[in-house]
């Protein structure tokens, strides 16, 4: 609408030029007696009027092209504050032992630097988990399990019955005990007979030998019986957990002898 108005204020203005320049031929002719002497002065009026028209014309189209960014500007400031509410919603629901660790690294800038084995990534805030939740690499070649967590859509393309009560810290919560586990798990498969007690070995053996199945062979994994942990364990909640996150694919479930065994997934 502004546009409009402000169009038609131009046409007024080059119609006024119009009609006062008629007025200036009048006058010339009327000065000049002779023909010859006023078409010099007619000329020169009509270069002037004819760069005024110009200009007239560049303020046209330069009002137009501001007039077209406008949609453009403000389709990216929705975009903005719609990663913004997005970015505060997922800050709002991130596990607390991650808020409590970045806080510990903004006071004590030292510790930006732990034991590998004690180093745990923060999920990124991307619509989709990247490659920064991809297997570390621990002492003596060791590779830590990957922590993949889940993003506020991942939670939102669930059905309500399937997400229950559950909210985005509860699951990452459990993602990072999952890990936990298959970190013990790996650990224990590769120490030394000499430095485990008889019940550690015959366990180590038993882990060894369900690493070595097909389904896990060269996975991260852990057992049913390892869901000890404050976020996932056997019990209701753990068992939504588990259904969860094996429709997101972040996990994939096999039974080996008695042994219920979940091994950690890449999300596709």
Request: glycine share 4%; hydrophobic share 35%.
């Amino acid at each position: 609408m502004e546009l409009k108005e402000a169009g038609t204020c131009l046409d007024s203005l080059i119609s006024s030029f119009n009609a006062r320049i008629v007025e200036l031929q009048e006058l010339v002719i009327a000065r000049n007696m002779y023909p010859a002497t006023a078409i010099t002065d007619l000329t020169a009026v009509d270069t002037a009027v004819k760069t005024l028209e110009y200009q007239m014309q560049a303020i046209k189209d330069r009002l137009r092209q501001e007039a077209e960014a406008i949609p453009k500007a403000r389709k990216l400031i929705d975009q903005s504050l719609h990663q913004q509410r997005k970015l505060q919603h997922m800050v709002a629901h991130m596990p607390s032992c991650f808020l409590e660790s970045t806080g510990t690294l903004n006071r004590n800038p030292s510790c930006a630097m732990p034991e590998p084995s004690n180093h745990h990534d923060i999920p990124t805030l991307s619509s989709k988990v990247e490659e920064s939740a991809a297997p570390r690499k621990e002492k003596k070649g060791h590779t830590s399990s990957p922590r993949w967590y889940i993003t506020v859509e991942d939670i939102d393309s669930l059905s309500s019955y399937m997400r229950g009560r559950l909210t985005l810290e509860k699951v990452n919560a459990a993602i990072n005990e999952m890990a936990m586990y298959a970190d013990a798990n790996a650990q224990l498969i590769s120490a030394p007979k000499k430095k485990l007690s008889e019940d550690t070995w015959e366990r180590a053996l038993e882990l060894r030998d369900i690493a070595m199945a097909e389904p896990v062979k060269g996975r991260h994994f852990f057992l049913d019986s390892d869901m000890k942990g404050s976020a996932l364990k056997l019990d209701n909640t753990g068992k939504a957990i588990l259904t969860i996150l094996r429709h997101l694919g972040r996990v994939h479930e096999t039974r080996i002898g008695h042994h219920r065994v979940f091994t950690l997934s890449k999300p596709q």
